[in-house]
């Protein structure tokens, strides 16, 4: 069955530093693959997908990240930290039913 | 475009009584769409997903006489969380698919806060 692992409940990062949030994936069929924004009691906004066209996908509010099948990983990447990225994001993969399978999520905290 | 809505954002509901939540897609027809329940600093499990016109199909661990899901339209699904109690307190997210879009693709709903005292 696809899972969804992310490295790190917690990452925390100076403002202006790099995040790195790390997503990797279980599968042998290369999947659909989305990162999501969610800030507190709030639903989740869509950050960025992969969708099998370019490796390298850019999202809104700076963010990207790179599919590598070798890997099996599609990490979350903005190269320099605001105060406004303090969120909780998520990793997500479709099944073969298009149904998403979610990782458990990583906290991202912004040190000022 | 591609907006869902949720409504309530929250409610406060006695122990017993039950609630309704529905989630609407404003500017597009969803054939399907999914309920998801999410505890505090925990991801999403979903918890059913709903055909236009048909009976929702619920995961495994989820009681559907208690979670009754109707999707009666392209553009409305309800939950409704009967007699409800304390350990159902939780944020309820639901979103929807595009008809015309992909399948991969959902929008999601901003959300609704149910405590039950």
């Known amino acids: 069955a696809q899972s969804v692992t992310q490295l790190g409940s917690h990452v925390s990062v100076s403002e202006g530093a790099l995040v790195l949030l790390r997503c990797n994936y279980s599968?042998?069929?290369?999947?659909?693959l989305f990162w999501y924004v969610q800030y507190p009691n709030q639903g989740l906004q869509l950050l960025l997908k992969?969708?099998?066209?370019a490796t390298l996908v850019k999202g809104i509010n700076g963010f990207e990240a790179e599919f590598k099948k070798s890997e099996t990983s599609f990490h979350l990447t903005k190269p320099s930290a605001h105060m406004s990225d303090a969120a909780e994001y998520f990793c997500?993969?479709?099944?073969?039913?298009?149904?998403?399978?979610w990782g458990a999520g990583t906290k991202l905290i912004i040190k000022p | 475009g591609a907006v869902v809505s949720q409504h309530p954002s929250w409610v406060i509901c006695k122990s017993g009584t039950s609630v309704k939540i529905e989630c609407r897609s404003l500017?597009?027809?969803?054939?399907?769409m999914f309920w998801y329940r999410q505890f505090p600093k925990q991801s999403l499990m979903l918890m059913a997903t709903?055909?236009?016109?048909?009976?929702?199909?619920?995961e495994q661990g989820v009681e559907k006489d208690k979670f009754l899901i109707n999707h009666a339209s392209l553009t409305l699904s309800t939950l409704t969380v009967t007699s409800a109690h304390p350990e159902d307190s939780s944020f309820y997210i639901c979103?929807?698919?595009?008809?015309?879009?992909?399948?991969?693709?959902?929008?999601f709903g901003p959300g609704t806060r149910l405590t039950v005292t």
């Open positions: 992969y969708t099998s066209a």
């Open positions: 709903s055909n236009e016109g048909s009976k929702a199909t619920y």
């Open positions: 599968s042998s069929v290369p999947p659909y």
């Open positions: 997500a993969v479709t099944d073969r039913n298009y149904q998403l399978i």
């Open positions: 979103s929807a698919r595009d008809q015309a879009g992909g399948l991969y693709e959902q929008y």
């Open positions: 500017d597009f027809q969803a054939t399907t």
